[in-house]
């Protein structure tokens, strides 16, 4: 079981940078993949990014060159760096992790945070 809690949301203008962090409780963090995913009023659920255990990572091509995935696992914590935020990307952003080999499926991934609220300002 893991516990996992989004933070670093809010409101930001075009053009801006947000860094988001996923932190997470229980078993071990490093054995786990995690993806960010986001979705926005009316929308469906979408990928943005993750990152396995080893470190690597998939891009979402709707945010590649802008958002980087990285992992510290000493302090059980995911990161999701936003640059050049678009109004698009305004969203609720969740973290999910999940103990096999989930991919960028949204149903394969067990385990979810409650999400936070990021609003990009035209």
């Known amino acids: 079981q893991v516990q996992l809690v989004e933070s670093g949301g809010g409101l930001v203008q075009a053009g801006g940078s947000l860094r988001l962090s996923c932190g997470a409780s229980?078993?071990?963090?490093?054995?786990?993949?995690v993806g960010w995913f986001r979705q926005a009023p009316g929308k469906e659920r979408e990928f943005v990014a993750r990152?396995?255990?080893?470190?690597?990572?998939t891009i979402s091509d709707s945010v590649k060159g802008r958002f980087t995935i990285s992992r510290d696992n000493a302090k059980n914590t995911v990161y999701l760096q936003m640059n050049s935020l678009k109004s698009e990307d305004t969203a609720v952003y969740y973290c999910?992790?999940?103990?096999?080999?989930?991919?960028?499926?949204?149903?394969?991934?067990?385990?979810w945070g409650q999400g936070t609220q990021v609003t990009v300002s035209s």
């Open positions: 999910a992790a999940d103990f096999g080999a989930a991919t960028i499926l949204a149903n394969q991934y067990d385990y």
């Open positions: 229980g078993r071990t963090f490093s054995s786990y993949v």
């Open positions: 990152i396995n255990r080893s470190g690597g990572s």
